[in-house]
Nanobody, 117 residues
Framework: VLLVESGGGLVQAGGSLRLTCAAP???????????MGWYRQAPGKERELVAS???????VYADTVKGRFTISRDNSRKRVYLQMKNVKAEDTAVYYC?????????WGQGTQVTVSA
């Protein structure tokens, strides 16, 4: 599965950013069967789950982003979004989109988010 992330960049602490993950080569009926997630990896740290959206629309968030980040998906457009609000310096990382289907996970190339003080 080809996944393409966009929307990363430099943002001041307390600001907002919206990340987008698109699956341009996947038909929407197949995309709707993916469990989608946003992950991040900071320098020297392991990749961690930020938020996920199941095929049924239920969501899970890491404790560190609850109340600040929102994951959403648009199956008709084959996209998943991560709305980030009140960002903090510790949110600085490369953010990856992941798609799970049948126990197989596909990854995007990642998009850098840098939060300045």
């Amino acid at each position: 599965v080809l996944l393409v992330e966009s929307g990363g960049g430099l943002v001041q602490a307390g600001g907002s950013l919206r990340l987008t993950c698109a699956a341009p080569r996947t038909i929407f009926s197949v995309f709707s069967g993916f469990s989608m997630g946003w992950y991040r990896q900071a320098p020297g740290k392991e990749r961690e789950l930020v938020a996920s959206s199941s095929t049924g629309g239920s969501t899970v968030y890491a404790d560190t982003v609850k109340g600040r980040f929102t994951i959403s998906r648009d199956n008709s457009r084959k996209r998943v979004y991560l709305q980030m609000k009140n960002v903090k310096a510790e949110d600085t990382a490369v953010y990856y989109c992941g798609a799970d289907q049948g126990g197989i996970r596909s990854w995007g190339q990642g998009t850098q988010v840098t939060v300045s003080a």
